[in-house]
């Protein structure tokens, strides 16, 4: 007998062991994220308060992405905490630079009419930043303030109207305003005056 058939035959069945180990742990593995899936849409459903095929073909409308849904903007309560907690969500504030600075609130959706999906069409989305856009860009102001910030220009184009004929007046505080509205701009401290954040598509 060649005496190289009995350690191939032994590392032959090792690798057939080892084999079927590895495929009953990914087995295992798979059971246990397919039994994950079905409990989270299980829960999703339970929240619906229908009857849900986890397994089905329709998504269920709370879960489907932003493309798909028409959302209402975040309500200014305007600093109002209590007609806040009467209607139980909406933003104080709105604008913020950093992600903590931002509030965050609940608005009403509604799937869009030619998309089919299971449970309520119209429902609450929480997590969406209090923050809205309008006709400022930083790119704009800065160039103003720079050119034409001894007029006060960059104070007319955020809706500052007050500080910016002060500082036309006086001709940019006689250089010295105009410089240190360069250095708030820059450093993110003059913003606009209805408290909207930069529009970043310019």
């Known amino acids: 007998m060649d005496p190289y058939y009995k350690p191939l035959m032994l590392l032959t069945l090792l690798s057939c062991v080892h084999l079927s180990i590895c495929v009953q742990a990914r087995s295992d593995r ?13 829960v999703a459903a339970a929240a619906d308060n229908t009857n849900y095929r986890v397994w089905g073909p329709k998504v269920l409308c709370s879960m489907l992405p932003d493309d798909f849904l028409e959302c209402n903007k975040p309500i200014d309560h305007k600093e109002n905490k209590t007609a ?11 604008g913020g630079l950093n992600y ?3 509030e965050h ?3 009403q959706c509604t799937v869009f009419i030619d998309i089919d999906c299971h449970g309520p069409r119209t429902f609450h989305r929480d997590g969406v930043p209090c923050i809205r856009y309008s006709e400022h860009y930083f790119l704009t ?3 103003y303030s720079l050119l034409l910030g001894f007029l006060g220009m960059d104070r007319f184009c955020l809706g500052q109207t007050g500080t910016a004929v002060g500082k036309l007046l006086t001709l940019g505080g006689v250089g010295v305003w105009w410089i240190v509205d360069i250095i708030l701009l820059i450093t993110n401290r003059l913003t606009p005056e209805d408290d909207s954040n930069w529009n970043p598509y310019v």
Not at 30 to 42: L, P, Y
Not at 84 to 90: A, H, L, N, R, S
């Open 100 to 102: 903590e600075d931002v």
């Open 84 to 94: 806040k907690e009467e209607k139980g969500y909406g933003c104080l504030k709105f």
């Open 141 to 143: 102001t800065l160039l």
């Open 105 to 107: 609130t609940k608005v």
């Open 30 to 42: 798979e059971q246990q994220v397919t039994s994950d899936i079905g409990n989270n849409a299980r």
